[in-house]
T-cell receptor, first 109, second 118 residues
Framework: GQNIDQPTEMTATEGAIVQINCTYQTSGFNGLFWYQQHAGEAPTFLSYNVLDGLEEKGRFSSFLSRSKGYSYLLLKELQMKDSASYLCAVYDSNYQLIWGAGTKLIIKP | GAVVSQHPSWVICKSGTSVKIECRSLDFQATTMFWYRQFPKQSLMLMATSNEGSKATYEQGVEKDKFLINHASLTLSTLTVTSAHPEDSSFYIC??????????????FGPGTRLTVL
C-alpha cells in the first residue's frame, strides 16, 4: 500500500529552528510537496521537490532524498504565526497526490 | 502566483436541500481540478478528480449521484451536494492543477467552503 508518515505534533520555541520529517512509501514518485494549513483554512503551497537536495525559500527549506524515501521541512526563526499543521504529500506514478496526516506545530513564546 | 477561488465560503442549509459550490482558477487554466473534504482535525480526503470536458473520477466510497461534479470549462468546476444531510457537514476544498512539469504540477487550493446542514 501507499503510506506517508509524519509526526502528529511538535512543539518549538519562538525564534528557534524546527525540522519536520516525512517518510513515504508510494508506487512511483513524481515529486513531494509541503503545504501549510492554519486551523479552519485551506492548505497553502510551501515547496515542491522532485530532485534530491535542499530547496531554500526564505525561512523555509525542504530537503529530499529519493533513495531513502525521506523529506524534511526546516523552519527557521520561528514566529508565532508559523503555528499550523504542515502536510507532506507525494505524487505517485499516476500523479495521484498521496497525503500525510499532517504535523501540528505549536510555537511557544 | 496561481489563485483559486471558491464560492461560497460558508453555507448553512436545511436537510434535504442541494448546495452548489463553485471553484475557479483565476489566473491559469486548470485541466484538472480536485475536490476534497476535511473533517475536524483530520487530513484531506480526496473525493473526486475532474478533467475539463469529461466525467469526474470518484474515489471509492464517494457517491457520485450525491456529489455531482461538473468541470464545464478550463477555469470552473462545480460540486453539488444533493439532498444534503447533517453528516455531509464538512469543510469542502477544491484544488486546481495545470499540467506542464515542475511547479506547474502543483495543486493550488481554494479557500474552502464550510457546509453546515441542519
Amino acid at each position: 500500500g501507499q503510506n506517508i508518515d509524519q509526526p502528529t505534533e511538535m512543539t518549538a520555541t519562538e525564534g528557534a529552528i524546527v525540522q519536520i520529517n516525512c517518510t513515504y512509501q508510494t508506487s512511483g514518485f513524481n515529486g513531494l510537496f509541503w503545504y501549510q494549513q492554519h486551523a479552519g483554512e485551506a492548505p497553502t503551497f510551501l515547496s515542491y521537490n522532485v530532485l534530491d537536495g535542499l530547496e531554500e525559500k526564505g525561512r523555509f527549506s525542504s530537503f529530499l532524498s529519493r533513495s531513502k524515501g525521506y523529506s524534511y521541512l526546516l523552519l527557521k526563526e520561528l514566529q508565532m504565526k508559523d503555528s499550523a499543521s504542515y502536510l507532506c504529500a507525494v505524487y505517485d506514478s499516476n500523479y495521484q497526490l498521496i497525503w500525510g496526516a499532517g504535523t501540528k506545530l505549536i510555537i511557544k513564546p | 502566483g496561481a489563485v483559486v477561488s471558491q464560492h461560497p465560503s460558508w453555507v448553512i442549509c436545511k436537510s434535504g436541500t442541494s448546495v452548489k459550490i463553485e471553484c475557479r482558477s483565476l489566473d491559469f487554466q486548470a485541466t484538472t481540478m480536485f475536490w476534497y473534504r476535511q473533517f475536524p482535525k483530520q487530513s484531506l480526503m480526496l473525493m473526486a478528480t475532474s478533467n475539463e470536458g469529461s466525467k469526474a473520477t470518484y474515489e471509492q466510497g464517494v457517491e457520485k449521484d450525491k456529489f455531482l461534479i461538473n468541470h464545464a470549462s478550463l477555469t470552473l468546476s462545480t460540486l453539488t451536494v444533493t439532498s444534503a444531510h447533517p453528516e455531509d457537514s464538512s469543510f469542502y476544498i477544491c484544488s486546481a492543477r495545470e499540467l506542464g512539469g515542475g511547479d506547474t504540477d502543483t495543486q493550488y487550493f481554494g479557500p474552502g467552503t464550510r457546509l453546515t446542514v441542519l
